[in-house]
């Protein structure tokens, strides 16, 4: 899967700032296209010891949700933590992954956030936009904003709100759990993102293809093979 567009990622705190105030003008703002075929997800996790993060991709068909193709990486961590610049940490790896693959998607979830950010260009909006396809945040915690009572009750949701503008919506996608918090990325807007995130949990708190790129990143984490491509029913490992 190429991208549509490409820049360093080698570059200061500053650099980035203006490059994500830049391409932010390239997000749509559209429903998603209801004819989907394949949902990537992605996921990282951090060795801070060894400096290095591992990344995943995992690529499920839609609607039988059967995981067809899955990638990881591990590179060396060369930008800081610093809140708002995420996509400067894990962007060039999760790029990688993209690379690799071999199978196109209409729909593409991050883990992270898109619109819900203090510059309304998250993670998700900005590879998003890199890639020119239709994509989602979806993040365990808040950034920026705030939201009204949730019940307990599964699929209840609330608006989150920042600076009087909706940028997201929180939503309780198992009974009696903390919530996920949804916000647009590209090419999607938050009703038909909301409504896919449901269809996309199954018996966990995070929707599949996210949960399934989670455990692939721990698993690159130790050093196990999580390179897989599916093929006329059989599995192949590289």
């Known amino acids: ?35 989907i075929h394949h949902i990537g997800g992605t996921a990282v996790t951090f060795n801070t010891t060894n400096n290095t993060i591992h990344a995943a991709l995992s690529v499920l068909s839609y609607p039988d949700m059967t995981l067809v193709e899955q990638r990881g990486v591990s590179q060396e961590i060369r930008f800081d933590y610093i809140s708002g610049l995420l996509a400067f940490r894990e962007g060039a790896p999760l790029m990688s992954l993209f690379r690799k693959t071999d199978q196109d998607m209409d729909v593409v979830l991050f883990h992270s956030h898109g619109q819900a950010h203090p510059r309304r260009f998250g993670l998700a909006s900005h590879l998003g936009v890199l890639l020119d396809v239709p994509s989602i945040g979806v993040s365990n915690k808040i950034l920026v904003g ?12 609330s608006h989150i709100v920042y600076d009087n503008e909706r940028i997201g919506a929180a939503l309780r996608s198992k009974e009696n759990t903390k919530p996920i918090y949804i916000s647009v990325g590209h090419k999607a807007d938050l009703s038909s993102s909301t409504e896919l995130i449901k269809k996309l949990v199954k018996k966990y708190r995070l929707p599949e293809p996210i949960r399934l790129s989670q455990l692939a990143a721990d698993q690159q984490k130790e ?6 491509k599916k093929k006329r029913g059989q599995t192949s490992l590289f």
């Open 1 to 35: 899967m190429r991208p549509a567009r490409v820049h360093s990622w080698n570059i200061s705190p500053d650099e980035a700032t203006a490059i994500q105030n830049n391409l932010r003008e390239k997000v749509v703002v559209s429903p998603i296209n209801k004819d």
């Open 146 to 157: 705030h939201h009204e009572h949730l019940s307990e009750e599964q699929y209840s949701e």
């Open 223 to 228: 050093g196990r093979q999580v390179d897989m």
